[in-house]
T-cell receptor, first 111, second 118 residues
Framework: ELKVEQNPLFLSMQEGKNYTIYCNYSTTSDRLYWYRQDPGKSLESLFVLLSNGAVKQEGRLMASLDTKARLSTLHITAAVHDLSATYFCAVAPYNNNDMRFGAGTRLTVKP | EPEVTQTPSHQVTQMGQEVILRCVPI?????FYWYRQILGQKVEFLVS????????KSEIFDDQFSVERPDGSNFTLKIRSTKLEDSAMYFCASRPPNLGQAGNQPQHFGDGTRLSIL
């Protein structure tokens, strides 16, 4: 069974600081997704990573994928309060269209 | 931009009653999903649906659950006899068909239905 592990589960950081969220998964995959969820809201797609070494950037967020290590990272640069949310990684196993989510990382950015 | 729409936004039901959650996926999407999220916890996969049949389901999706696509637009989740532990946010999602790179697109999520079992 595919297992997806995120850490940390809770992250409190100061504005302007950098940090990385990690997502490990247990089986071969060629698709990894990052989603953002604001409290009480739906899930918003942030990044789709499709190959080993893929790197995507949007504003202060950058996601990368290492399929050999079965690891994806979401790096936050110079955090701002608007980035406060829960971030989920989700993995689609090879040759399967379904997704399994990590437990989520609840990020709080403090002034 | 097209959206996945879910109704109702909040459903309150007595334990033991049947409940039907409704979803209208994006019109050209062919893969449909239901997830649930207990308050403050992870998003849990329930079921995927393609070509008018279930393609995969999780251990949560037991005999009390069923899904249906009764017409060309709606996708429903039915819980036959609700339990207190069914209280959660239920999300519907859909994805385009597997045509080239479209198969790698992310699933698009609705705003969810908050189900409260009393």
């Amino acid at each position: 069974e595919l297992k997806v592990e995120q850490n940390p589960l809770f992250l409190s950081m100061q504005e302007g600081k950098n940090y990385t969220i990690y997502c490990n998964y247990s089986t071969t995959s060629d698709r990894l997704y990052w989603y953002r969820q604001d409290p009480g809201k739906s899930l918003e797609s942030l990044f789709v990573l499709l190959s080993n070494g893929a790197v995507k950037q949007e504003g202060r967020l950058m996601a990368s994928l290492d399929t050999k290590a079965r690891l994806s990272t979401l790096h936050i640069t110079a955090a701002v309060h608007d980035l406060s949310a829960t971030y989920f990684c989700a993995v689609a196993p090879y040759n399967n269209n379904d997704m399994r989510f990590g437990a989520g990382t609840r990020l709080t950015v403090k002034p | 931009e097209p959206e996945v729409t879910q109704t109702p936004s909040h459903q309150v039901t007595q334990m033991g009653q049947e409940v039907i959650l409704r979803c209208v996926p994006i019109s050209n999407h062919l893969y449909f999903y239901w997830y649930r999220q207990i308050l403050g916890q992870k998003v849990e996969f329930l079921v995927s649906f393609y070509n008018n049949e279930i393609s995969e389901k999780s251990e949560i999706f037991d005999d009390q659950f069923s899904v249906e696509r009764p017409d060309g637009s709606n996708f429903t989740l039915k819980i036959r006899s609700t339990k207190l532990e069914d209280s959660a946010m239920y999300f519907c999602a859909s994805r385009p068909p597997n045509l080239g790179q479209a198969g790698n697109q992310p699933q698009h999520f609705g705003d969810g239905t908050r189900l409260s079992i009393l």
